[in-house]
């Protein structure tokens, strides 16, 4: 593989890592820790690098040209994948609450808007949209601003009723807690990686990570000053999942950040490159790793120490990867978001 495309799997290889030091930090640390500075590293790892790097690249994939029968279908099955996902992470928990042990609202955890429900409904719109404006990334970039600055207007602090109270969640809802990543704000982020890969259809060089280092520069300087209002954020997780504007820009800064980081340590590190094979498999280590911590947190929820969630990290992680060989070795594979 060149290190072209190299990139852009590290990238993913590392968000999904992120991502799984993050789960358990948020479902099996206690409270001491999870408020502790370790545990608001864990959040701000779990953030910027994360969710945000994961969106940006889906975009750049989305933006290539298929048959829209093609994706429309990738994106039913993506939105299936979110709530099979959702049973099978919450099993353990739904069967204590069918047993009368643990008194929960089964909808909200059934429907919890996370990732693969994002990818599914992102790639419904930005398969229409992108017909559209396929060569303008001015107009897509326009799209993805226009996102962030209705998602405050959207989003509403009162309680919904009825059918509503489990649907608005999938679009922006500042009230429901089971609203995790909707599509405002977190559709802008897909939007401005089909933006990024329009501009680079335009001009092949435009994102040249190897020169221009005064632009390396500029978006180095703009992640510093930022970086006290990221951490704000990231380490709250109500309103990481509903941020504004600011955040938005400050997280396209920090992926080119670190996008410029990694390419860097990629040649001097040729190890890293075995990141790359984790981000070709993305989707399958997320769902994994989801299903394992979602049913131990029914048991572990708010009760690890910082040294206790270091070693379940580990566990989980080589468990998540073993898993991962045995399916591939049975020639299954999962429909993967990018």
């Not at 353990?92 to 909200?108: E, K, V, W």
């Amino acid at each position: 593989m060149n290190r072209r495309n190299l990139l852009p799997d590290v990238l993913k290889g590392l968000a999904v890592i992120l991502m799984i030091q993050v789960h358990i930090n948020e479902q099996f640390a206690s409270y001491e820790f999870f408020n502790s500075v370790g545990g608001r590293i864990s959040l701000f790892l779990g953030g910027f690098p994360a969710a945000p790097v994961f969106m940006l690249i889906m975009g750049w994939y989305a933006h290539r040209s298929k048959p829209l029968k093609t994706e429309l279908g990738r994106a039913a099955k993506l939105l299936a994948m979110g709530l099979l996902l959702n049973i099978a992470l919450n099993a353990n928990l739904f069967i204590h609450s069918f047993l009368g042990t643990i008194q929960i609202d089964r909808l909200a955890y059934l429907f919890g808007v996370d990732i693969l429900f994002l990818a599914g409904l992102s790639l419904f719109i930005v398969s229409l949209l992108k017909r559209i404006l396929y060569t303008k990334w001015w107009a897509l970039m326009l799209a993805a601003i226009v996102v962030i600055i209705l998602t405050p207007i959207i989003g509403s602090d009162s309680p919904a009723s009825g059918i509503w109270r489990y649907i608005r969640p999938f679009i922006a809802d500042n009230f429901a807690w089971w609203s995790y990543f909707p599509l405002f704000p977190w559709l802008a982020y897909v939007l401005a990686g089909m933006a990024a890969s329009a501009l680079a259809g335009q001009n092949p060089y435009v994102w040249s990570y190897s020169g221009n280092r005064i632009v390396k520069s500029v978006v180095t300087l703009l992640f510093l000053a930022g970086v006290c209002y990221g951490w704000h954020i990231s380490t709250n997780l109500h309103l990481y999942y509903h941020h504004n504007f600011l955040f938005f820009g400050w997280a396209i800064v920090s992926a080119g950040v670190l996008a410029y980081c990694l390419e860097y340590f990629i040649r001097i590190i040729p190890g890293l490159r075995n990141l790359s094979w984790v981000g070709r498999n993305v989707t399958t280590i997320y769902i994994i790793q989801w299903i394992i911590i979602g049913n131990l947190s029914t048991w572990l929820y708010r009760t690890q120490s910082g040294a206790a969630l270091f070693l379940w990290f580990m566990f989980i992680t080589l468990i998540t990867i073993s898993l991962l060989n045995l399916i591939q070795g049975s020639g299954k594979k999962i429909e993967e978001i990018i």
